[in-house]
């Protein structure tokens, strides 16, 4: 398309308003059922209840699907994330994501006929050397899934490979915290059976809890990385990971997550250490070699890039690798289609076209993004389609406020909430820029813990903070738009009451601020079948004064 293909049209009922319109992602805030495990509710947030029960009076608020087939997943019982949707909050469109993409290329049977296949397994069985695969261990369905895992074995061993190693990754993110022994009893079933049915050898190599162990994001912290290339390439444990009650080599990855449950019974499976399998003469049985090849069975991007980067780049300076052997590696998908990471890939990604950034720079409007490191890149580079980096910088401006440590995440749950508010009413005050986007993280971050009262706490300071920022944009004539991208804190406890750490399937919240409203307009849905996250945009585009491109899912609003 063109750049006049990118004009949008002036609405002749509604002009916008004097000041800037502000979109606030509250990151992980669904609508929960008001009880003991909902956060959101026991934090009683004054300014979010105001506000929420204020709009549904003027029948300006209302609640948006934020998982499964709304936002391009497979079914309605894939719990929506952060990745897809901001994809369909910056797109207004819903395409086919990475789980869906890779469900559908092992259904067809086109994933193991390309030719990035042939180069990494066929290869490989030609020349009688080993596969390692590394990846998420769940079957969480936002990084990975291990039913894809089992189907790209089934490949694997058709092709002729003869020897295969596993580095799994314990979850407990996005499925209970205590659930990963679950995952590596399947894989080991699943290993044992490839070894009896098909010969071959088939075993774990090395692993350890993804937030510590290899899935890092956004470069937040480089040694979560090197523990992973220590173990899954070196077979090496470092000597901090090690006492005399967790030695960090093992016999198999039961004992090594029973010995860890043990000796740090307050860790759950994401902070699990990294653990080795070692033969009888206490070598490593997963040790790369050169010849071999490697596949991340991860589908989402942000937490396999930086372990890619690692495999890939001759000219690697976050750490010492100490040991780099001359591998093939290959991702699920392409984790950075502008930088190319990495550069063989078994599945192509999706092709976000037409996103909203387009059409606001295109129409010259100044726009401003802000966030803290851990979603950053969510209102970057997952809300311009997958796409790094300005979409044209004469008229955006993206500002990052560095995150804390992940560790620091459940002790200080306000996380860097107050920098970002501060930045941003110096941004709303400036009067430069007429669309603004914020992602507040604590919601989805703290989420994760699973910690109730640190999770409370989240909510309180985003209420606190949210207050300072609308107040601001409403004196200023502005207009402000209050949603999320999935839930998260609203429900954390399961339906046995014990600790969920995951995303949910709740709807999110939806409403319009506005101080100069005379009802010139209301959120209509009664044509829309489902109303989800994917038509936010198009009602951001109305309420700038514009008319949303046609082919964007529907606008919330109906001028009066």
Known sequence: MSNTDFQLKPLKSFQGRKGPLLLIIMDGVGIGKKDAGDAF??????????????????????????????????????????????????????????????????????????ENWDKIVGETARTNQTIHLIGLLSDGNVHSHIEQLFKILDGIVKTGVKKIRIHPLLDGRDVPPDSGLLFINQLEEKLKSLEIDSKIDAKIGSGGGRMYVTMDRYESNWEIVKRGWNAHVRGFVDSIDITKDYPGYFSSATQAIETARKVYPEKQDQYN??????????????????????????????????????????????????????????????????????????????????????????????????????????????????????????????????????????????MRADEVTERLLEVIQSKEYKYIRVNYANGDMVGHTGNIKSCIRAVKKLDECLK?????????????????????????????????????????????????????????????????????????????????????????????
């Open 273 to 414: 250490p990294p653990f080795v399998i070692v033969d009888n003469e206490n070598n490593p049985i997963g040790k790369m070699n050169n010849g071999d090849a490697v596949i991340n069975f991860n589908f989402r991007g942000d937490r396999a890039i930086e372990i890619s980067k690692a495999f890939i780049f001759e000219d690697f300076a976050y750490f010492d690798r100490v040991y780099t052997p001359d591998v093939k590696y290959a991702g699920l998908l392409e984790y950075d289609g502008d930088a190319h990471i990495p550069t063989i890939f078994l599945v192509p990604p999706p092709k976000i076209t037409n996103i909203s950034a387009k059409y606001f720079t295109t129409m010259k409007i100044p726009s401003f993004a802000i966030a803290e490191t851990h979603k950053f890149g969510h209102v970057t580079y997952f809300w311009n389609g997958n796409n790094t980096g300005y979409i044209n910088s004469e008229y955006e401006l993206y500002e990052e406020i560095k995150s804390e440590p992940n560790e620091m995440i459940e002790s200080h749950p306000e």
């Open 468 to 560: 300072k920022v609308v107040d601001a944009t409403l004196s200023a004539d502005g207009i402000v738009v209050i949603t999320a991208d999935h839930g998260n804190v609203e429900e954390k406890l399961d339906k046995k009451g014990k600790v969920k750490t995951s995303h949910t399937l709740n709807p999110v919240p939806f409403f319009i601020l506005d101080s100069n409203y005379k009802g010139e307009y209301q959120i209509d849905t009664s044509k829309i079948e489902e109303p989800g996250i994917s038509n936010v945009i198009a009602t951001v585009i109305n309420l700038l004064g514009y008319t949303a491109p046609e082919f964007y899912e529907k606008s919330l609003i109906h001028f009066n």
């Open 41 to 114: 509710y026991q934090a009683h947030p004054t300014n979010l209840n105001t506000w929420m029960s204020e709009t549904k009076e003027k029948g300006l608020y209302t609640e948006l699907r934020a998982h499964g087939i709304a936002v391009g997943l497979p079914t309605d019982g894939d719990m929506g994330n952060s990745e897809v949707g901001h994809n369909a909050l910056g797109a207004g469109q819903v395409f086919s994501q990475g789980a869906r993409l890779v469900n559908d290329s092992l259904e067809t049977g086109e994933f193991f006929e390309t």
